[in-house]
């Protein structure tokens, strides 16, 4: 199971990123898929969040509006596009993977993830 992820850089607030998320080694129809980010000194956060069980998704309600996940089948990729940035968006973007049989996508939280790609770095500053 490999997860890796790119996209990252420096902003300015207002400004786009699009992280994408390489997928292999499993099968993502049985795994839910998400991305987290980590602010220093912060614990990392479910930013989105979607379960195979019945394709539901979760958006952290900070980002609703502003971030939009799509998935390419083809391309095996989970791709964040983040528009608006702010100030309060910086941190270190990680994509994860879990097993768990019948989890929602409600449950976007780190500890039930268990395979993560090394992350990205987002700055959003002026």
């Known amino acids: 199971v490999q997860l890796q992820a790119s996209g990252g850089g420096s902003v300015q607030p207002g400004g786009s990123l699009r992280l994408s998320c390489g997928i292999s080694?499993?099968?993502?129809?049985?795994?839910?898929i998400g991305w987290f980010r980590q602010a220093p000194g912060k614990e990392r956060e479910g930013v989105y969040c979607i379960s195979p069980s019945d394709g539901s998704t979760f958006y952290r309600d900070s980002v609703k509006g502003r971030f939009t996940a799509s998935r390419d089948y083809a391309k095996k990729t989970l791709d964040l596009q983040m528009n608006s940035l702010k100030p309060e968006d910086s941190g270190v973007y990680y994509c994860a993977a879990s097993a768990r049989q019948g989890m929602g996508a409600w449950e976007c939280v780190a500890r039930n993830y268990g395979t993560w790609g090394q992350g990205t770095l987002v700055t959003v500053s002026s």
């Open positions: 080694g499993f099968n993502v129809n049985y795994y839910a």
